[in-house]
């Protein structure tokens, strides 16, 4: 009978540990789709002439760049390892199989973010610091990132 | 009779192979077709950027996309091609080509050989390509680095490799017309149109293709199963996600790669913004104006996705 609580206890705990960490997921994902928003409805449509520039705006989007290059570098526990995400987009199993060029990556986009945001005080410095950062974005996720089948 | 019945069948076995051969006769751009051009390099580097030749030629996994070597692999379900070296190198790359066997290549489909190149390489595109624009770029690739080596032969099983079949196929999806303006549009569409149907290929990987690898005419860019494996590509027509994209947004994502959800390209689409951001706000503007344009049309039923965790 001790065995079988045992058992069933060890069982419990794993499955808890497996939502939890499917929640974890969950999390990060929110993070970069907050991230994603800074840019694509605070910044980018500046940019692009449909909103007018706001400074306060910018500096609140800059502010949740800086965030999640904070946040990112542990975002990707050993424990979520081939866990897939709801939606298009799933982490890489190259993150866990390449810590120091994934490190490398995350360094490179705080880095980005922290020089432009010395530079970015009206509409041109804005227009010609978006894409630094974008690419930023961009080169991570073509190697980290995966499309979910 | 017997004798007579076999004759007939041996008869009409030859005529068919005779049809078979008439048909798939490759097709060649004569050298005196050409009249005298005077290269424009800058034209031939538009080309060269929106035709995307870099995606599948430069050399994988290396920043230069200059470097025209090939080698990168690109699976079907017709087995996997290899991108061949397209640098000027006289050995290994085109060094030694004529122009007209370049343009042959690209509007045809054809080699210096004289067979038929598989469709991987996506002629059924660049065929409605101006020669004039493939001039130039011939022009321009000759200005870079001769890159050494060949890349590695097609892993292509029987019976899809025996070149002479690519002539039936040909006969099916290439109607070899180099593209036609649309006299009721302004010329920024029809200078996306032509940028996106020829030389960008835009529906050689958003489209849906049949069995025998041919795109379905009616679901052109209505998006499909990627054609190199896992995976969706999206539509690309007024019924999937673009239906909710401005035309600035669509020429801001094809020059920066940034969705106006603040995403990024993903999958081979990152290696086509590369291309795609330089070229110029004018041409970018004309694919967004004419993408923008496109009816909405529903692409095949995407299989539901397999549950997570």
Known sequence: MKRILVVAGALLLSVGVGIAQQDKVKQDQDVMKATGRAMGAVLSPMVKGEKPYDQAAVDQALKQFEDTAKRLPTMFPESTKGLKAEGDFSASPKIWEDKAGFAAKIASFAKAVTETKAKIKDLDSLKANVPVIGKECSSCHETYRVKNS | ?309
């Open chain 2, 1 to 309: 009779m017997l004798r007579r019945i076999l004759l007939a069948m041996a008869l009409a076995g030859i005529a068919g192979l005779g049809v078979f051969w008439w048909l798939t006769i490759p097709a060649v751009v004569a050298p005196a077709s050409l009249a005298p051009h005077t290269p424009n390099l800058a034209n031939g580097l538009v080309a060269f950027n929106a035709g995307g030749c870099a995606s599948c030629h430069a050399v994988p996994n290396q920043p230069d996309r200059l470097k025209l070597g090939g080698g990168l692999a690109m699976p079907s379900p017709f087995g996997t091609f290899y991108a061949p070296n397209i640098s000027p190198d006289p050995n290994d790359g085109i060094g030694r080509w004529t122009e007209a066997e370049f343009v042959t290549a690209v509007l045809k489909g054809t080699s210096p050989q004289g067979a038929h190149y598989f469709p991987s390489f996506p002629y059924a595109s660049y065929q409605h390509a101006t020669v004039a624009d493939v001039r130039d770029l011939f022009a321009y690739l000759k200005t870079l680095a001769p890159v050494r080596g060949k890349a590695r032969d097609h892993d292509v099983p029987f019976p899809f490799n025996i070149r002479r079949n690519v002539g039936v196929w040909k006969w099916l999806f290439v109607d070899g017309k180099p593209y036609a303006p649309d006299a009721a549009r302004s010329a920024s569409w029809n200078r996306g149109a032509y940028l996106v149907n020829g030389l960008g290929h835009c529906a050689e990987c958003h489209s849906p293709r049949n069995f025998l690898g041919g795109i379905v005419a009616a679901q052109r860019l209505a998006g499909g199963p990627n054609p190199e494996g896992e995976g969706w590509v999206p539509n690309i027509t007024q019924k999937g996600t673009l239906a909710g994209w401005s035309v600035k947004d669509i020429a801001y994502f094809l020059e920066t790669g940034q969705t106006p959800e603040g995403d990024t390209a993903g999958g081979s689409m990152a290696r086509v913004i590369r291309n795609t951001s330089q070229l110029s706000a004018e041409d970018l503007a004309g694919m967004a104006e004419y993408l923008k344009s496109l009816p909405p049309i529903e692409g095949p039923p995407r299989p539901k996705r397999a549950k997570s965790g």
